[in-house]
């Protein structure tokens, strides 16, 4: 039997050692993964983060075995067809990025809004309720808006938002009830109890300050990472309006803010 030396044991552990660039690449992209992962321990799962997770993922397996991924872009390029292929995606995927890009720093730039002046009106966005009680992202909008009814005791709010699937009562009961144990004065709150989205919480809470001979500029209350795409929407129905950001938990910012950047995309895009 051919026995091999040690120093040759040391040249083969050494070759088959990855270099440290893609090392570091995949350690990065293990951390991507995990950062959108780590939401799913709160019950945090959708298509957001998981096509989040399945991408890092894929990074990682490319930068572990790069080699044969190069030969495998080489062969397509030897062909007219493949050249075509990988020209178009490389434009495509570099200008989805940029784009997401983009979009990410508008959420980002919103996440401490705040009216710079005191505003009479107070909106704030309906969120999710587990049976009778409030997402812990509805809980924020509760706190911020509480805190600045409180600071502001001229100030009315409008507490919009229906009843949907899982919810025993109405979002809009719940933010009443939960501010009202707070201490704030009923007779300041307006609950709005049809809305299921976020233009619907809009249009319908201007319908409620014309009835009810409530004025502008408004407060949107709102978790940080909405604010953006809110405050575009209440602009576009000719709402006078500044954000006034609550909380978003930190393990979960990196999900919503792509989401919210999605979802903005998507918003302008519409007709």
Known sequence: MKRTSPKQSDSRAAASRLPRWRRTLILLSL?????????????ILNPVNLGAMLGFLALAAVFR???????????????????VLLLLSGAGLLALTLLVLVLCGMVLARLRAVPEEPCPTVIVLGC??????PSLLLSYRIEAAAAYLEANPGSAAILTGGKGSGESISEAA??????????????RLYKEEEAT????????????MEREGLSGPAALVSNDIHICR??????????????LAAKTSWYS??????????ALAYYLLSP
Do not use: H, K
């Open 230 to 243: 809110a405050e575009r929407m209440a602009a576009d129905q000719g709402l006078e309006a500044c954000g």
């Open 65 to 83: 075995w790069w080699p044969g991924f190069v030969r495998l872009l080489r062969r397509v390029w030897s062909r007219r067809w493949g050249r």
């Open 197 to 208: 989205d976020t233009l619907e919480n809009i249009r319908f809470s201007m319908a409620v």
């Open 31 to 43: 951390l991507g993964f995990l950062i959108f992962f780590f939401p799913v321990f709160g019950g």
């Open 128 to 133: 999710q309720v587990r049976g009778t009680a």
């Open 174 to 187: 719940c933010m009443y009830r939960s501010l009202v144990e707070r201490g704030i004065d009923p007779a």
């Open 253 to 262: 910012r990196p999900t919503y803010v792509l989401r919210e950047a999605l």
